[in-house]
């Protein structure tokens, strides 16, 4: 398993840096993307069957509470959840009560990431009583959230229109983008 010259414990503990970098970068999107609506975006809605940008802060908080609590040893889909709910904005849930979900949330699934070992990749988890592999576990989660981050990214950009600050290479821009990163590659040597 692996890489030329690396042991499978290397391998594995390459993939835990390469999830928490993922996870990380997949936070800092959202953020970048949340910091450009307003609270009257932050809770408007496309259409009365859409999610609005606080209804998928809810869910992703509830879900990333619910997963990664215990990780090891409990079922992730924990029973005080109430996931119908976070499809919901009450009265309670504003931006600020949310934004610290959020942060509990996230700081709840890096804490468990970093208690990961190399050895507890061959684990299994339980997730809605169902057995499955640590890794699919992390993978799972992985492409659910970066499908909500896209949400939020395609919202946070919809409802900010002109005043958007794009948090990529920008268009037209390709090129210039691609020379630069050469050019500080070679300097890395």
């Known amino acids: 398993?692996?890489?030329p010259g690396r042991s499978a414990s290397e391998v594995l503990d390459l993939y835990l840096q390469d999830v928490r970098r993922e996870f990380g970068s997949l936070k800092r999107l959202?953020?970048?993307s949340?910091?450009?609506v307003s609270d009257s975006?932050?809770?408007a809605a496309?259409?009365?069957g859409s999610n609005s940008i606080a209804v998928l802060v809810k869910h992703l908080a509830g879900n990333l509470r619910s997963r990664w609590t215990d990780f090891l040893t409990s079922d992730g889909e924990k029973s005080d959840r109430r996931r119908d709910s976070e499809f919901e904005i009450g009265p309670d849930d504003t931006r600020a009560s949310l934004a610290g979900r959020w942060e509990e949330g996230w700081r709840t699934l890096?804490?468990?990431l970093e208690a990961l070992t190399a050895e507890d990749l061959s684990r299994e988890v339980l997730i809605r009583g169902e057995r499955i592999s640590v890794v699919r576990a992390?993978?799972?989660q992985l492409t659910h959230y970066a499908d909500h981050v896209g949400q939020i990214v395609l919202l946070s950009k919809h409802w900010a229109g002109e005043r958007w600050q794009t948090l990529s290479v920008p268009r037209g821009k390709s090129e210039d983008f691609n020379r630069a990163a050469l050019e500080r590659a070679r300097e890395k040597g």
Do not use: C, T, W, Y
Request: glycine content about 4%; hydrophobic content about 50%.
């Open 46 to 48: 496309l259409d009365p």
């Open 110 to 112: 890096f804490a468990a």
């Open 1 to 3: 398993m692996g890489e």
């Open 138 to 140: 992390i993978n799972r």
């Open 34 to 36: 949340l910091a450009q």
């Open 41 to 43: 975006s932050f809770v």
């Open 30 to 32: 959202a953020e970048k």
